[in-house]
């Protein structure tokens, strides 16, 4: 089991850049597959990024080019870097991880970015 803890969620203007952070708690944090979600208000929540144990990267369509989603196995760590964001982009974000058919989310992170 693992618990997940994001951090540098916030405030930016149209075309700023944000960068998230999700620590793991627990052990084999290599071995599991990770993400990042988000949640608009009034949206189901959708699959952003993700890295799996191979590091295999994934993006939606609407962040390639924009995001970049990386792990740190050492440091228990998946990241999101965002850039030029957009109004569209604000959500709260989750972290996810999975392994085995299990999976565990964040407490979640707020991105807000104003037109």
């Known amino acids: 089991q693992v618990q997940l803890v994001e951090s540098g969620g916030g405030l930016v203007q149209t075309g700023g850049s944000l960068r998230l952070s999700c620590v793991g708690s627990g052990r084999n944090f290599a071995y599991y597959n990770m993400a990042w979600y988000r949640q608009a208000p009034g949206k189901q929540r959708e699959l952003v990024a993700s890295?799996?144990?191979?590091?295999?990267?994934w993006y939606a369509d609407d962040v390639k080019g924009r995001f970049t989603i990386s792990r740190a196995n050492a440091k228990n760590t998946v990241s999101l870097q965002m850039n030029t964001l957009k109004p569209d982009d604000t959500a709260v974000y989750y972290c996810?991880?999975?392994?085995?058919?299990?999976?565990?989310w964040g407490q979640g992170t707020q991105v807000t970015v104003s037109s």
């Open positions: 890295v799996n144990s191979g590091n295999e990267l």
């Open positions: 996810n991880a999975r392994i085995l058919g299990s999976g565990y």
